[in-house]
């Protein structure tokens, strides 16, 4: 199992440029999530998927697009990059039924991007 | 609305002695979950121990145990015999029902271990 994959690790843009993040998960969990990490804010969650073909905003989605392709693929698409899109992507998975109720997310590596 | 807060942007511990990291939580929905995560100079974020809100005993998971306060509403995460390793951010984060059950998390504390 790989859990969850993110690509690339490491993107610099120029302003206005577009790019697609792309997340993979290999433990048929139904849930999937962006989340972007900028010092002193902790994660904040960008969108989410419940299921396969369902996509909803949380609570930073302004600027981005996802698409959830199948059940394992959620991707984030920047069509427009702005400096303020710098930042360290996580994509995460969850589980509909874990552990003792635990539903814990799992997460992915990370992508480390700078807008110019 | 749901709100984390984690009021120490760093600690520092010697190795072997135990650390707290404080967590403080905001919620009107009665069942939610809370988690800690570790997250290394690498970059992962790594689960650590959860804490239901209904549960009555406080969870432990080796050497991490949560002091779970219902009424004050706190969850700090205790961490026993520090070791190097241990250097790294720390996440506290809720859930609450919903379809997403997606996590809203603090803004973290930077432990650092001392030899």
């Known amino acids: 199992n790989a859990g969850v994959t993110q690509t690339p690790k490491f993107q610099v843009l120029k302003t206005g440029q577009s790019m697609t993040l792309q997340c993979a998960q290999d433990?048929?969990?139904?849930?999937m999530y962006w989340y972007r990490q900028d010092p002193g804010m902790g994660l904040r969650l960008i969108y989410y998927?419940?299921?396969?073909?369902?996509?909803d905003k949380g609570e930073v989605p302004n600027g981005y697009n996802v698409s959830r392709l199948n059940k394992r693929e959620f991707s984030l698409r920047l069509e427009s990059a702005a400096p303020s899109q710098t930042s360290v992507y996580f994509c995460?998975?969850?589980?509909?039924?874990?552990?003792?109720?635990?539903?814990?997310?799992?997460f992915g590596p990370g992508t480390r991007l700078t807008v110019t | 609305a749901q709100k984390i807060t984690q009021t120490q942007p760093g600690m520092f511990v010697q190795e072997k002695e135990a650390v707290t990291l404080d967590c403080t939580y905001d919620t009107s929905d009665p069942s939610y979950g809370l988690f800690w995560y570790k997250q290394p100079s690498s970059g992962e974020m790594i689960f650590l121990i959860y804490q239901g809100s209904y549960d009555q005993q406080n969870a432990t998971e080796g050497r991490y145990s949560l002091n779970f306060q219902k009424a004050r509403k706190s969850a700090n995460l205790v961490i026993s015999a520090s070791q190097l390793g241990d250097s790294a951010m720390y996440f506290c984060?809720?859930?609450?029902?919903?379809?997403?059950?997606?996590?809203?998390f603090g803004s973290g504390t930077q432990l650092t271990v001392l030899p």
């Open positions: 995460a998975s969850r589980p509909d039924r874990g552990l003792a109720g635990v539903h814990e997310q799992y």
């Open positions: 433990m048929n969990h139904n849930s």
């Open positions: 984060a809720m859930r609450v029902p919903g379809s997403a059950r997606q996590l809203t």
């Open positions: 998927s419940a299921s396969e073909g369902t996509t």
